[in-house]
């Protein structure tokens, strides 16, 4: 971590050295993001609002044109995190690994069959980046419901 300081600010970088698997974790990204494409583009032209792929839609319900359409529209947003994901992971920002893990995640609500190729390449960059840094302290044992004094025993019999 390093510090710049500028006229009374501090500018603190959380960036960690670019490495191998930095990259690999970044090309993945950006592979699952870039073979998803077609997704949002499939859904939009079925919607009527692109042609593409010259979808009918035939005399589907306009309902269902709808929902296409905000499916589109949501599957083009989630691939912009997926590729913000994929430029932080090969800057080395902290950041990327939870970015890729809510593309891939929201990828799966906006196109579920079709985009679990590209949300399982996403899910392994995510892993190749590695686990997340924690300050020192030792929090994976603590409590995290925080309940405390829970006793739990049968009844004996005439207690009730």
Same mark, same amino acid.
């Given at each position: 971590m390093s510090t710049d300081h500028?006229?009374?600010m501090t500018i603190t970088h959380n960036r960690e050295p670019?490495?191998?698997? *930095?990259?690999?974790?970044a090309a993945l990204a950006a592979l699952g993001a870039a073979?998803?494409?077609?997704?949002?583009?499939?859904?939009?032209?079925?919607?009527?609002?692109?042609?593409?792929?010259?979808?009918?839609?035939?005399?589907?319900? *306009?309902?269902?044109?709808v929902i296409a359409a905000l499916g589109g529209t949501l599957t083009v947003a989630v691939l912009a995190v997926a590729f913000v994901g994929s430029f932080l992971a090969a800057t080395g920002a902290a950041s990327a690994r939870a970015?890729?893990?809510?593309?891939a995640l929201a990828g799966l609500v906006t196109a579920m069959p079709?985009?679990?190729?590209?949300?399982?390449?996403?899910?392994?960059a995510a892993v190749l980046l590695g686990p997340l840094e924690h300050d020192g302290s030792d929090h994976a044992d603590r409590n995290r419901l925080r309940t405390t004094g829970v006793h739990a *025993?049968?009844?004996r019999q005439g207690e009730i």
């Open positions: 500028t006229r009374g670019v490495s191998a698997n *930095r990259l690999a974790a073979s998803a494409v077609p997704i949002p583009l499939a859904q939009l032209d079925f919607a009527g609002l692109i042609n593409v792929f010259n979808i009918d839609n035939g005399d589907s319900p *306009r309902a269902l044109l970015v890729l893990i809510a593309a079709l985009w679990i190729p590209a949300g399982v390449l996403m899910g392994a *025993r049968t009844p």
